[in-house]
């Protein structure tokens, strides 16, 4: 049996789990790569049909393990603090996101956020020497950052990153262009200042569309003569073409 569960509120990760009544909402440790992890179980036990190899779930968390998470929790605050403050003492160009002890304390994770490479060893170092256990540093993206701290896109609606959307994708600007999307960085660029990841949803189909259509600035053939294509709706599959100074639309298929 395979339970999926969320640990530190990020996303779900899945454990096999055997001869446990484990329910929705329930709180559980768990093994990782990582170490022990304590985290709650967001999607029920069912059945493994793959057989997939993968960390199992120790046991189901008692008041002790909670009491424990809460105190790492708290420390962990503490240690975030300590950070921000070496990292002005470094003058190291980063800006530290959050902090977090695995469940065993065998490591303290920091994740920040720079526009360029960071050499941390120092940084690294300082934090070891103090809590005295395997360090962590890792950097992420500014989409990264937008998806836990969530918010409304340009639609009105929930970010697609905090809700349903798992994998973060590369979009393109080719992505926009290939929509005929004015490029204007306040209509195409998300809260995090990248490219909205919405671009993707139909690039696929705007592609497979415009392969019929040709292209703006390209000369074509109408019943009333030869012209220049001065633009084109590919979802309605048709293009507007300046024959001698008339505009003329011609849908696709017709001449």
């Known amino acids: 049996m395979i339970v999926g569960v969320n640990i530190?509120?990020?996303?779900?990760?899945?454990?096999?789990?055997?001869?446990?009544?484990?329910?929705?909402?329930?709180?559980?440790?768990?093994?990782?790569?990582?170490?022990?992890?304590?985290?709650?179980?967001?999607?029920?036990?069912?059945?493994?049909?793959?057989?997939?190899?993968?960390n199992k779930v120790v046991r189901i968390a008692s008041k002790d393990d909670y009491l424990k998470n809460k105190k790492n929790i708290k420390d962990a605050s503490f240690?975030?603090?300590?950070?921000?403050?070496?990292?002005?003492?470094?003058?190291?160009?980063?800006?530290?996101?959050?902090?977090?002890?695995?469940?065993?304390?065998?490591?303290?994770?920091?994740?920040?956020?720079?526009?360029?490479?960071?050499?941390?060893?120092?940084?690294?170092?300082?934090?070891?020497?103090?809590?005295?256990?395997?360090?962590?540093?890792?950097?992420?993206?500014?989409?990264?950052?937008?998806?836990?701290?969530?918010g409304c896109?340009?639609?009105?609606?929930?970010?697609?990153?905090?809700?349903f959307l798992k994998d973060l994708d590369t979009v393109s600007i080719n992505m926009a262009k290939n929509q005929n999307i004015a490029l204007n960085p306040n209509k195409i660029n998300g809260v995090c200042g990248r490219l909205m990841c919405c671009l993707?949803?139909?690039?696929?189909?705007?592609?497979?569309?415009s392969k019929c259509l040709p292209k703006v600035g390209s000369l074509v053939d109408t019943d009333s003569g030869k012209g220049k294509v001065i633009s084109v709706d590919i979802l309605n599959k048709t293009y507007k073409v300046d024959v001698d100074g008339n505009i003329i639309e011609v849908t696709r298929g017709s001449n």
């Open 8 to 54: 530190s509120g990020r996303d779900i990760e899945y454990f096999s789990c055997s001869k446990m009544n484990l329910k929705k909402n329930l709180t559980v440790i768990v093994e990782t790569d990582k170490g022990l992890e304590f985290g709650t179980v967001v999607k029920e036990p069912f059945d493994d049909d793959k057989k997939i190899k993968l």
């Open 153 to 163: 896109g340009q639609c009105g609606r929930s970010l697609c990153c905090a809700g």
């Open 200 to 209: 993707k949803y139909e690039n696929d189909n705007y592609v497979e569309c």
């Open 79 to 150: 240690a975030l603090k300590k950070c921000k403050e070496l990292v002005n003492d470094l003058g190291l160009n980063m800006v530290v996101v959050d902090c977090r002890y695995t469940f065993d304390r065998n490591q303290l994770l920091f994740r920040f956020l720079s526009d360029s490479r960071i050499d941390f060893r120092d940084l690294a170092r300082e934090l070891a020497s103090i809590y005295k256990t395997r360090i962590e540093l890792r950097q992420i993206g500014a989409r990264d950052k937008a998806r836990e701290v969530g």
